[in-house]
């Protein structure tokens, strides 16, 4: 059984629900990964994200999910997609940890034949695409057709660190607290060939972004900032974000006296930095020392150009934004419609994911140590500032923020 719930959301905040009045129990959701434009885009993230939606998904009694991709948003062929099955899959060995189990079935389906799953209902896909396209809301409805599955896995116990180094503050008080600087060391190893080649190196995705952690470690210890500064390297982030979830669950300092959270992950250093998406941008106080810094080093921040990619959660920064941490995480952007854009949409067609992720391919190199000193100069200014940096009072992210935090901000004049 199946039922079409349009984006699949439940977003109250938003006046947005897409399965009010469906009849969900014990079907299998199609659903088009997305959502409506008038949602801001860190809230559709947030509600993109696996755990809210298999949370909205088992309220309404579905028992499986399909994906379908606007092929508009695609990121990589769909070769690349379909060859991914064969990546293990990870979770934690504590279940304690484990948030989002609980639905029997769920697949990606390839655009292209989405007209399969279609046949005999009400609207098309095409209908749909056009609807979301023109941003219109979407129908929902109830497919005809069935979806039998079975499987079949096999399952090995697997160990793997996070990596984490401390330089301790300058300041007897303010060094009690910290920004932490992430970055990802983990990729997806060996896989599939392509063109012979069955290693997955992930230069771009994500060793530029330990080396820029390391790099800003290396140039703060003489710059001796006042509120300590811990260098997190996460493992099995392309896993579903499980070294920063860990970390976030059982951190090594306690929660509440992280103040910041600077993300790294293949920021994609293609062409020189003069346009730079730090997302989260919308959401805290950050953007304050952000804006000056980038303003120093000559480089214009944008808005994110395409919010449906729910870049916003699909990096570490992410477990600790669900902590209440405020947080930002960077990538080079350009001007829409430039030759920058088409650079890094050819990257992610050519790159992403794929073996030749690795150091023959062009890298911006002095664009690369650019953004690592825009990085340390906000790394040092939010260390340094006695204040500590705050989720901005519309935010919906708000509500994580450690109670400790928000009682001392209600004490505050
Ligand atoms: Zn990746």
């Given at each position: 059984m199946s039922t079409e719930p349009g984006y699949s959301h439940s977003i109250p905040e938003a006046g947005h629900?897409?399965?009010?009045?469906?009849?969900?129990?014990g079907k299998v959701a199609v659903f088009l990964y997305g959502g409506p434009s008038h949602i801001p885009g860190a809230l559709r993230a947030h509600h993109s994200s696996t755990e809210e939606r298999i949370k909205a998904l088992r309220k309404a009694g579905a028992v499986g999910v399909v994906m379908l991709q606007n092929p508009k948003s695609e990121e990589m062929p769909w070769a690349r997609v379909a060859s991914s099955r064969f990546e293990p899959a990870m979770t934690f060995?504590?279940?304690?940890?484990?948030?989002?189990?609980?639905?029997k079935v769920s697949a990606v389906f390839n655009s292209r034949h989405a007209e399969k799953l279609f046949a005999?209902?009400?609207?098309s896909f095409k209908d749909v695409l056009a609807m979301a396209d023109a941003n219109r809301p979407l129908p929902r409805f109830e497919l005809p057709s069935r979806l039998e599955a079975r499987a079949e896995w096999k399952q090995a116990p697997v160990a793997s660190s996070n990596v984490v180094g401390v330089l301790p503050g300058s300041d007897a008080t303010l060094a009690k607290e910290y920004v932490v600087l992430t970055a990802h060391l983990d990729h997806i190893g060996v896989g599939v060939p392509v063109k012979g080649d069955a290693?997955?190196?992930?230069?771009?995705?994500?060793a530029t972004g330990v080396a820029a952690v390391l790099e800003v470690a290396r140039t703060l210890q003489a710059l001796k900032p006042k509120r300590s500064v811990l260098f997190l390297l996460v493992t099995g982030e392309e896993k579903g974000l499980l070294g920063a979830r860990y970390f976030a669950a059982?951190?090594?300092?306690?929660?509440?006296?992280?103040?910041a959270n600077f993300n790294m992950d293949?920021?994609?250093?293609?062409?020189?930095?003069n346009h730079l998406l730090a997302l989260?941008?919308?959401?805290?106080?950050?953007?304050a020392p952000l804006q000056q810094v980038a303003t120093a080093h000559g480089v214009t921040l944008v808005p994110d150009?395409?919010?449906?990619?729910?870049?916003?959660?699909?990096?570490?920064q992410y477990a600790f934004i669900r902590k209440g941490v405020p947080a930002l995480s960077f990538k080079f952007s350009h001007a829409p419609g430039s030759p920058e854009e088409r650079l890094m949409k050819a990257w992610h067609t050519r790159?992403?994911?794929?073996?030749?992720?690795?150091?023959r391919q062009p890298m911006d190199r002095e664009a690369a140590a650019k953004f690592v000193r825009l990085l340390s100069d906000l790394t040092l200014a939010v260390a340094n500032t006695p204040e500590r940096p705050r989720w901005n009072d519309?935010?919906?992210?708000?509500?994580?923020?450690?109670p400790l935090v928000e009682e001392a901000r209600q004490r505050e004049p």
């Amino acid at each position: 059984m199946s039922t079409e719930p349009g984006y699949s959301h439940s977003i109250p905040e938003a006046g947005h629900d897409d399965f009010e009045g469906l009849e969900l129990q014990g079907k299998v959701a199609v659903f088009l990964y997305g959502g409506p434009s008038h949602i801001p885009g860190a809230l559709r993230a947030h509600h993109s994200s696996t755990e809210e939606r298999i949370k909205a998904l088992r309220k309404a009694g579905a028992v499986g999910v399909v994906m379908l991709q606007n092929p508009k948003s695609e990121e990589m062929p769909w070769a690349r997609v379909a060859s991914s099955r064969f990546e293990p899959a990870m979770t934690f060995a504590d279940p304690s940890l484990v948030e989002d189990q609980g639905l029997k079935v769920s697949a990606v389906f390839n655009s292209r034949h989405a007209e399969k799953l279609f046949a005999g209902a009400r609207h098309s896909f095409k209908d749909v695409l056009a609807m979301a396209d023109a941003n219109r809301p979407l129908p929902r409805f109830e497919l005809p057709s069935r979806l039998e599955a079975r499987a079949e896995w096999k399952q090995a116990p697997v160990a793997s660190s996070n990596v984490v180094g401390v330089l301790p503050g300058s300041d007897a008080t303010l060094a009690k607290e910290y920004v932490v600087l992430t970055a990802h060391l983990d990729h997806i190893g060996v896989g599939v060939p392509v063109k012979g080649d069955a290693i997955y190196n992930g230069a771009m995705d994500n060793a530029t972004g330990v080396a820029a952690v390391l790099e800003v470690a290396r140039t703060l210890q003489a710059l001796k900032p006042k509120r300590s500064v811990l260098f997190l390297l996460v493992t099995g982030e392309e896993k579903g974000l499980l070294g920063a979830r860990y970390f976030a669950a059982k951190p090594t300092v306690p929660l509440s006296s992280i103040v910041a959270n600077f993300n790294m992950d293949m920021f994609l250093p293609l062409f020189p930095l003069n346009h730079l998406l730090a997302l989260g941008q919308e959401e805290s106080s950050l953007v304050a020392p952000l804006q000056q810094v980038a303003t120093a080093h000559g480089v214009t921040l944008v808005p994110d150009p395409a919010p449906n990619r729910m870049l916003f959660i699909r990096s570490d920064q992410y477990a600790f934004i669900r902590k209440g941490v405020p947080a930002l995480s960077f990538k080079f952007s350009h001007a829409p419609g430039s030759p920058e854009e088409r650079l890094m949409k050819a990257w992610h067609t050519r790159h992403y994911h794929a073996p030749s992720d690795d150091l023959r391919q062009p890298m911006d190199r002095e664009a690369a140590a650019k953004f690592v000193r825009l990085l340390s100069d906000l790394t040092l200014a939010v260390a340094n500032t006695p204040e500590r940096p705050r989720w901005n009072d519309t935010s919906f992210f708000r509500r994580f923020a450690s109670p400790l935090v928000e009682e001392a901000r209600q004490r505050e004049p």
